[in-house]
Nanobody
Framework: QVQLVESGGGLVQAGGSLRLSCTAS????????VGWFRQAPGKEREFVAG????????DYADSVKGRFTIFRANAQRMVNLQMNSLKPEDTAVYYC????????????????WGQGTQVTVSS
C-alpha cells in the first residue's frame, strides 16, 4: 500500500523560504511521478510542481516558476519542494500526490495523496 507523508509547512514572512518534504513508502519509487498541489480557502486545488522519479523531468505552474524548485532524493524515497521568495498568495494547504505514470497537472489523475501541510505567508 502506497503512503505519502508531507512535512515542513509553517508560518513565514513574505520574501522568506520554506522547504516541504514528501516521503513515500510502499512504492517502487523509480517508476513513480510525484506532484505538489495546493488549496487555499474557497479555491480549487491547483497544481504547483511535479517530478518524474525515473528521469527527474520537472514541471511547474507559471505562478511559482523561478521561485519554487522540486527535487528528488530517491535513496530517501523523498521529494522536496523548496519555496523561495514566498508571497501571501502562496498561503494554502500543500499536498503531495503520486501516480504510476508521467507528470500530470490534473489532480484527478493522481491516485495517492498525503494528508497535507499548512503553509502561511504573512505580509
Amino acid at each position: 500500500q502506497v503512503q505519502l507523508v508531507e512535512s515542513g509547512g509553517g508560518l513565514v514572512q513574505a520574501g522568506g523560504s520554506l522547504r516541504l518534504s514528501c516521503t513515500a513508502s510502499g512504492v517502487p519509487f523509480s517508476v513513480y511521478s510525484v506532484g505538489w498541489f495546493r488549496q487555499a480557502p474557497g479555491k480549487e486545488r491547483e497544481f504547483v510542481a511535479g517530478i518524474s522519479m525515473n528521469n527527474g523531468v520537472t514541471d511547474y505552474a507559471d505562478s511559482v516558476k523561478g521561485r519554487f524548485t522540486i527535487f528528488r532524493a530517491n535513496a530517501q524515497r523523498m521529494v522536496n519542494l523548496q519555496m523561495n521568495s514566498l508571497k501571501p498568495e502562496d498561503t494554502a494547504v500543500y499536498y503531495c500526490a503520486g501516480r504510476w505514470s508521467i507528470i500530470a497537472r490534473r489532480s484527478d489523475m493522481y491516485s495517492t495523496w498525503g494528508q497535507g501541510t499548512q503553509v502561511t505567508v504573512s505580509s
